[in-house]
């Protein structure tokens, strides 16, 4: 069964930090990495996607990946009010219609003290 | 870019009627559309795969007599909820990708049995 872990948090960090969420996932095949922010009572919005070992950047946020390790994190700079939200981890990879299906996990949630 | 189109967004029913939930995807054909319930505070969980002009493919322990899904055209797919319960209370979501590079989501259903 695939596996998707987040540390649940809270994680509080004041304005303008940095904040840092990570995500370790079981199933080694996975090929698709992402990160999608919700909002309480709200759909998942797509931040960052990422499918190579290494950095992605996109704006204020980064996304790190490496396979060996199992393990992919979300950075986010310069931290704002805005992005207080629940942020979840979501792999999909394999073979056939599993390559689509995403497993989550079960979200870091973050608040951004002003 | 795509947009997957859910309503209603909300829905308030007794218990024992049965509720729709329609996704559309507005500017792409969905040949498939994935639904996720989310209980509070816990992540999205796959209920069912549903390939257009064919059967659902539902995740172990989710009935399939009582969580019908119907996806009869490349730009629809409908869940109805049968005989609902106060159990069955939560977040439904529905999403569908664009080729290979990321999945979009329905704004949501929040169901609420009473």
């Known amino acids: 069964q695939k596996e998707v872990e987040q540390n649940s948090g809270p994680l509080s960090v004041p304005e303008g930090a940095i904040a840092s969420l990570n995500c370790t996932y079981s199933?080694?095949?996975?090929?698709?990495f992402f990160w999608y922010r919700q909002y309480s009572g709200k759909s998942p919005e797509l931040i960052m996607s990422?499918?190579?070992?290494g950095d992605k950047e996109d704006g204020r946020f980064t996304a790190q990946l490496n396979k060996a390790s199992q393990y992919v994190s979300l950075l986010i700079r310069d931290s704002q009010p805005s992005d207080s939200a629940t942020y979840l981890c979501?792999?999909?990879?394999?073979?056939?219609?599993?390559?689509?299906?995403?497993?989550f996990g079960k979200g870091t949630k973050l608040s951004v003290i002003p | 870019g795509a947009v997957v189109s859910q309503h209603p967004s909300w829905v308030i029913c007794k218990s024992g009627t049965s509720v729709k939930i329609e996704c559309r995807s507005l500017?792409?054909?969905?040949?498939?559309m994935f639904w996720y319930r989310q209980f509070p505070k816990q992540s999205l969980m796959l209920m069912a795969t549903s390939n257009e002009g064919s059967k659902a493919t539902y995740e172990q322990g989710v009935e399939k007599d009582k969580f019908l899904i119907n996806h009869a055209s490349l730009t629809l797919s409908t869940l109805t909820v049968t005989s609902a319960h106060p159990e069955d209370s939560s977040f439904y979501i529905c999403s569908s990708w664009t080729g290979r590079t990321e999945a979009f989501f329905g704004q949501g259903t929040r169901l609420t049995v009473v």
């Open positions: 990422i499918y190579s070992n």
């Open positions: 199933d080694r095949v996975s090929q698709s």
């Open positions: 500017d792409f054909q969905a040949t498939t």
């Open positions: 979501a792999v999909a990879g394999g073979s056939g219609a599993g390559s689509y299906q995403l497993t």
